[in-house]
Each structure stands twice: as C-alpha cells, then as structure tokens.
C-alpha cells in the first residue's frame, strides 16, 4: 500500500495540530465544564488559553450573538457604524485609564498586536519623524504568531523557522523576579535594573530611530503569569517619555478583568500610548480583539493624515462587537471583577497550601485568576526539566485525563525558565469549583511528573 493512501491516515479532513495527538470531540458547554462526544466533562480550569472567561453557557451572550445575527451579522466598516460598534467603545473608553480615548476592533490577539505595531509607526510618520522605525520588546514574550507579531515575540520554538522573514526587533531581559533577582537587591532595586535595560537599548539604537517598546504587564504563555515587580512599569514609562518612545501594552492574555481589574495596567498605575486586548473581550463566544490609543496618538492622526492606515475586512465585525456588549455588561450586572479577586486569591492559597511543598514546585504566582505554577526539577538550583521530557504535554495530557483543562506552558530552551502550567478559570467560578481545580492541579502535576527521572 502506498504511503500516501487515505487508509493509513485520519479519516478527518480536519488540519490538525499534532498529528500525533487525537483530541476529544467537544459537544457542548455547561457553566465552567465543556462536555464531549462520550459524556465525558472537564473541569475548565484555563478558559482555555485565558479566554473563556464566562463559562461556555452564558445566556446574556448567547442571547445578543442570536439577536444581532437576525438584525444585521455584518455591517461593512466602511460604509457602517453600528450601534454595539458604538456601545462598546464607550464602555471600553469610559472604563479604561484617563487619557485612553479611541478604540477599533480586530478578529483577536495576533492582530491587535499587528496593528498596534503599525499604528505607532504611522504616529511617528505622521509627526515627521520617519526614522523611527525599530521596536524593542522583551525576551520570553508573546504578542502573536503572526509575521510582526512574531517579530517582537521572544518565543524561540515559534521563531525559529522564521527568522529570515522576520523585522529585526531588539529584546531585552523580562521582569522575572523568581530567577533574576539577586537575593542580595529588593524586588523594587530588580525592578528598576531590569526597566533601565530598556534606557540602554533605546540609546544603542538612537532614540531617533525607535517607535515603540512593547510588553505585556503580567507575562502568559512565555512565564507563567508573571507580573512585574511594584514599580518596573512606572520606570518603564518615564523611560520611553524621555525617548519619544510609544508603550505598548499587550493585554491580549492579562487584561479584560483576568487580573482583577478590566485593564491589568491599572494595578501598575501606568497609563499606555497603545493598548491591546482580546481574549477576555470576547470570552471565547466571538473572536475579537481591539486596539485602544491615547489621545496624543490619535490627535497625531487626527491632526495628520486624518486616517488611519489599517485595516481588515472584518475590522468592527458586528456580531463579535455585539456578543463583547454582552461581556462588558455582565461583567457588572455579576459584578464579576470582585468574583476575579476573591477566588484568585481563594485559588492562589488553595494552590500554596497543595503545592508549597512540592519538591518540582519552584513557584505560585500571579494575579486574579490568572495564576502561574513554575515546575523545576530541582527547587534549590531552580534547575528545569530537561525540555527532551515535553513535560508541557504531559500536563497537558495528565490534566484531560483528570477531567480538567490546564494550560502549560513554557519548557526549557536557554537553561533559564523552567515548564509553568496557568490557571485561569471563567470569573463565575464558585469556592466549590475553586477547590476542584486545587484538587485536579494536585494530582495532574503527580500524574504528568509520575516516572520521570
Ligand atoms: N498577545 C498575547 C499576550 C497572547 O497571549 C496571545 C495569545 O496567546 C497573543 C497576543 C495572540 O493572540 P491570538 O492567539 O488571539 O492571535
């Protein structure tokens, strides 16, 4: 038989991730559990990669997805507004840090990552400064998987077969207190190290020839949930003011309430030029991602060109603005942000008092319900797992096998950051189901390390 015939092959016409790795057919959702084919439920304990933040049932969505789709599913932006185009942006701007002023609409994170890399080149081209074109962003970093997100991302695996195509972008050290700090400086000494990297990098470059610094306030799929240490971020924009560097905050995984506040950037007290979000925004009922700027930015334009030089064929796609409405408002009709911060912390001492102890545990961290478990293969050293074990995909593996999803992340490819598995549960979750995913983390970690040297 041929090595091409259909026999030897998946029956599916599906593309699949792995090739190797046969998935569970998912059939329906119910609150924080999503239900497949054989009956089997699983505990919904990472919103999938962050983004399901209100479960997979939640009438008030369903309900607004189904009604805009009978009135109108598309409005063509360049000929519409809509009236959810114009509910959510007020609702995002009204509630965001004073200064934000105008927000636009993608189809998710690597697109809100691609436009706001080029509006802050079209900011300087529109003030006469054409130079600046170079980005800078931070090692361990992820903003997308797209060709300029790629660029400014720092995750080796994803970049490697690319690297000819990509813009070059100068990357600096993360803020990653559990391994960088020195134990003989405080966090707030690591914090301000670590920040003025950026000042060395922008002057290398030349200040002249430099549009923007990206970063994400608290780091996801490259660190675990890691936020900075008090004070980094307040550097970081006094850095980038000198300069006439923009800031870009990607708050694609940490923002919309993960955290505990809609913006994760409120907690650092710092007020971005550029913003992005996804995820959350659309909480997994319509892919959606947005790109809000400050006033300086758009008074560029708006002084400029008068337009702005992007766009996409289903920029302000209506059903997903309209399905985002729905999040926003029941966000506040549950007052679910304070849900966020209750049960994160709930979670985060469930989580210390499971695995404080545990001898592959190198650190609990994180904010809200976006929390991070640092796996090592020896606490002392802070050795990691040999990346040879995949041990991301047998936690991944040990987690569906526990009925539960988990999202792990990371594997050792510089000797420097060890595996990390993220929780972040939908924001309904309960104290009942708080103690499940403690319980199901407990014996997923056992399960993924059982055998291994
Ligand atoms: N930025 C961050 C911080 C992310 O975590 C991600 C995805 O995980 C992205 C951007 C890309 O988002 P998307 O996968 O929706 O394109």
Redesign the pocket.
Known sequence: MSPDSASTRSSSRVFPREFDHELPKAVRGEGIWVIDSEGRRYLDASGG???SCLGHSHPAVIQAIQRQAALLPFAYSHFFTSEPLEELATLLVDAAPAGMDKVFFV???????EAALKLARQYHLERGEPRRRKFIARRQ??????LG?LAV?SNPGRREPYLPMLMEVRHIAPCYAYREKRTDESEEAYGLRVADELDQAIRELGPENVAAFIA?PV???TLGACPAVPGYFKRVREICDRHGVLLIL?????GMGRCGTLYACEAEGVVPDIL?M??GLGAGYQ?I?AVMAHRRVVAAIEDGSRALMHGHTYFNHTIAVAAAVAVQRTFKAENLLENVRRQGARLKQGLEERLGNHRHVGDVRGRGLFLGIELVQDRASKRPFDPALKLHARLRDAGMSEGMMCYPTGGCVDGKRGDHVILAPPYIVTDREVDEIVERTGRTIDRALRGLP
């Open positions: 990669a962050a983004v189809a998710g994170g690597s697109e809100a990552t970093s992820y903003h997308g998987n797209t997100a991302s994400e780091v996801g799929a990607d708050e694609v995984m940490c992005t996804a995820k892919p991602g």
